[in-house]
């Protein structure tokens, strides 16, 4: 599987955009970058996927570089409710489809 | 409302009783799966099921079973549970197995097995 790296913290202000980085550099041309986020010890929330392109949904934005070697996550206007650890996660095409969380970064929004 | 519900949400019990976790969804998915969380070990799947009557182990496949014998439903059971079976579980689900869609999780199940 293709291992993520990720900064282990990050804080950001109420009401800024939150950019969160993953590096995933050996990720193969049919592997999918996930993003889930986990408040406190509640089950996983999917936030957004993609393939090549930049994505966006309602709740965030995926910007992949051309490479495909690392991606940003974009919360564009963070509340406290953000505040989650945000896991980055690399989907391999076959196999037991099982989703490998690392260790995440830990978003803190502040007031 | 389209869900993943589990049940118990929180449980304890002694070693060796026989126990049953719930898992259920209403989005009319084909695959779902069971992972635990331990404090520094992330979350590793237990075991996952691609489709009615289909299931598979996962990493960490010992001390569980789990049937698949209707589409909505996939119960994980601990026959004979011991203390390393403590945990924080979650049951997943997604239309099909194929990356491409996203997996949805439940809110957890606290097992302590004392």
């Known amino acids: 599987d293709a291992k993520t790296t990720q900064p282990t913290s990050m804080d950001c202000a109420e009401g800024r955009a939150a950019n969160l980085p993953c590096n995933h550099s050996?990720?193969?041309?049919?592997?999918?970058v996930y993003w889930y986020r986990q408040i406190h010890s509640q089950g996983p929330q999917y936030i957004i996927h993609g393939l090549k392109n930049n994505e966006t949904n309602e709740m965030a934005s995926l910007i992949i570089t051309e490479d495909r070697k690392s991606s940003t996550l974009i919360l564009p206007h963070a509340t406290l409710r953000d505040t989650a650890v945000y896991y980055c996660?690399?989907?391999?095409?076959?196999?037991?489809?099982?989703?490998?969380f690392g260790q995440g970064t830990r978003l803190t929004i502040n007031p | 409302e389209a869900q993943v519900t589990q049940n118990p949400r929180y449980l304890i019990t002694v070693t060796g009783k026989k126990l049953t976790v719930t898992c259920s969804q209403n989005?009319?998915?084909?695959?779902m799966s069971w992972y635990r969380q331990d404090p520094g070990l992330g979350l590793r799947q237990i075991y996952y099921?691609?489709?009615?009557?289909?299931?598979d182990k996962g990493d960490v496949p010992e001390g569980y079973k789990v049937s698949r014998k209707e589409k909505r439903n996939f119960p994980l059971i601990l026959e004979s549970p011991s203390p390393n079976q403590t945990s924080l579980y979650f049951c997943?689900?997604?239309?099909?197995?194929?990356?491409?869609?996203?997996?949805?999780f439940g809110p957890g199940t606290r097992l302590t097995v004392t």
């Open positions: 050996t990720i193969s041309g049919n592997e999918y």
């Open positions: 997943a689900s997604s239309l099909s197995f194929s990356p491409i869609y996203e997996q949805y």
């Open positions: 996660i690399v989907r391999v095409v076959q196999g037991a489809q099982k989703l490998v």
């Open positions: 099921s691609m489709n009615v009557e289909v299931t």
């Open positions: 989005m009319n998915h084909e695959y």
